[in-house]
């Protein structure tokens, strides 16, 4: 059983376009996050959600938009997608929003033309 | 896979041998310090921590160390093996405020068989 589940893995658009990344966890945690790792493996947080509220919210262009219908799932929406948004997105989850042991997926690669 | 042209520490050792990964971190307030390790097309996954109030912890063949004075982590693997092979990341991890992980730049880690 997969912890955290993100789809699609792979993702190739077009500038402009906009496209959505879905992440589920079944750990039963509280506490989801999206990361973005650029080409040099540099890993930053975008957002945070704990109980589906907003906790984190880096500074990120507004084109990103996450959502979260339940503390179990946390999806991201990009809008109007240009070529700096190529990168690995990540989702992660922890038990609370106070915790440093976080269960990563896979990683959607999202690659933009 | 892999992307053309990245420029990480690489870290090249014999199996069997011991492997030492440093970091430096910027953040003398951290509470925690942890390590996370990131094979090829898979997400970060935790291996160890460190609370700022000590200065080793030990582990299944990994220790850690923490030197305040200095702002230096290490990890040292013993008895390296082909599946340590992957890339490796120092975070901190504050318990107040942002309560984030943020990520050091990661250590490619080669294991020659």
């Known amino acids: 059983d997969t912890a955290v589940s993100q789809t699609p893995k792979y993702l190739v658009t077009q500038m402009g376009n906009d496209k959505s990344i879905k992440c589920e966890q079944n750990?039963?945690?509280?506490?989801m996050y999206w990361y973005k790792q650029d080409s040099k493996k540099f890993l930053k947080i975008m957002f945070s959600?704990?109980?589906?509220?907003?906790?984190i919210n880096e500074t990120v262009p507004n084109r990103f938009s996450p959502k979260s219908p339940d503390k179990a799932h946390l999806n991201l929406h990009i809008n109007s997608l240009e070529l700096g948004d190529s990168a690995v997105y990540f989702c992660?989850?922890?038990?609370?929003?106070?915790?440093?042991?976080?269960?990563f997926g896979a990683g959607s690669r999202l690659t933009v033309l | 896979g892999e992307s053309v042209g990245l420029h990480l520490p690489t870290l090249s050792v014999q199996e069997g041998d011991n492997s030492i990964i440093n970091c430096a971190y910027s953040?003398?307030?951290?509470?925690?310090f942890i390590w996370y390790k990131q094979e090829s097309g898979k997400g970060p996954q935790f291996i160890i921590d460190?609370?700022?109030?000590?200065d080793k912890r030990q582990g299944q063949r990994v220790t850690v160390l923490l030197n305040k004075t200095v702002k230096h982590l290490s990890l040292q693997i013993a008895a390296t093996q082909p599946g340590d092979s992957a890339v490796y990341f120092c975070?901190?991890?504050?318990?107040?405020?942002?309560?984030?992980?943020?990520f050091g730049s990661g250590t490619r880690l080669q294991v020659q068989p």
């Open positions: 953040n003398s307030a951290s509470d925690y």
């Open positions: 975070a901190e991890f504050l318990l107040t405020g942002r309560r984030a992980l943020t």
């Open positions: 992660a989850s922890s038990h609370g929003p106070g915790a440093n042991v976080l269960t």
């Open positions: 750990l039963g945690h509280d506490t």
């Open positions: 460190i609370r700022s109030n000590m």
């Open positions: 959600y704990n109980n589906k509220e907003l906790i």
